[in-house]
């Protein structure tokens, strides 16, 4: 085992739960003390006084991570590695893409191109939610790495809290969830994605170099807060000769995990 290992506090500012961030603790302990399968991990009592959390904090991280098939529980006996572990990754789609990329170590720069009031609904798909707001904003941003376009991106929020930010925050912020996380109205609680082949506008074509009518793909995401209220819908709109994704999921056990 490695020199003795120094337990983090926990961030209770953060947009991840605690449960989550204890979770992460627990894989980043076993990876830095070289755990092998069937290695007994830090009890209950131990995690409860180290990152100074509530019981019931550590059971559902802890069983979070029995789903996910990275351990197993021994009554009596205590948490060991799991002997059957897959090399996994937990699915946090939280981040967005900007946030994704940047866990990467690719720092998007942002240029904002248009901000102004918009109607009720913008008609990107149908059956896309509305936002709770008469009086919308829609900000629009281009994406770019080392001066290449990756996407545009629109979003449409209520004007009181768009104006609780500066134009160099709504710049330079990964705005969901980082930027509107600050607040209890826009802390992110539920998000739906909608999927789908996007052809240019002339508009669009000529922000994005392409030709008028050139197929992409669009990502529509509907975002609530925790009393199920939409307060934001956006859109990415990808590049997609940029952009390359691909998700392996394999079964195991009665789990699914991204391998």
Not at 130 to 159: M, Q
Request: with cysteine; net charge negative; glycine share 6%.
């Amino acid at each position: 085992m490695n020199e003795e290992y120094v337990f983090p506090q926990m961030n209770r500012n953060s947009y991840k739960p605690i449960y989550i961030q204890v979770s992460e603790f627990i894989i980043d302990y076993a990876k830095k003390q070289e755990l092998g399968p069937g290695d007994l991990l830090p009890s209950e009592n131990e995690l409860i006084s180290k990152l100074n959390i509530s019981r019931n904090t550590v059971r559902q991280a802890v069983d979070r991570l029995a789903k996910m098939g990275f351990l197993t529980k021994v009554r009596g006996q205590g948490t060991f590695l799991s002997q059957k572990r897959k090399p996994t990754v937990d699915i946090d789609d939280t981040q967005g893409f900007e946030g994704s990329l940047k866990n990467l170590g690719l720092e998007v720069e942002n240029e904002i191109i248009e901000k102004r009031h918009v109607g009720d609904r913008l008609q990107w798909i149908d059956g896309l939610d509305t936002v709770n707001s008469d009086n919308l904003i829609l900000i629009r941003r281009l994406k770019s790495f080392s001066g290449k376009i990756l996407a545009l991106e629109d979003r449409i929020l209520p004007d009181h809290v768009v104006d609780r930010y500066t134009d160099e925050e709504l710049k330079k912020e990964n705005i969901c969830p980082f930027l509107l996380g600050r607040y209890p109205d826009t802390d992110l609680a539920k998000f739906r994605y909608y999927f789908s082949t996007y052809k240019t506008s002339k508009a669009v074509s000529g922000i994005l170099h392409k030709d008028e009518g050139t197929p992409f793909l669009q990502r529509i995401g509907e975002y609530y807060n925790s009393n199920d209220e939409c307060f934001m819908v956006g859109r990415h709109i990808f590049i997609t000769d940029e952009i390359k994704v691909c998700y392996e999921v394999e079964k195991v056990d009665d789990f699914w995990v991204l391998t």
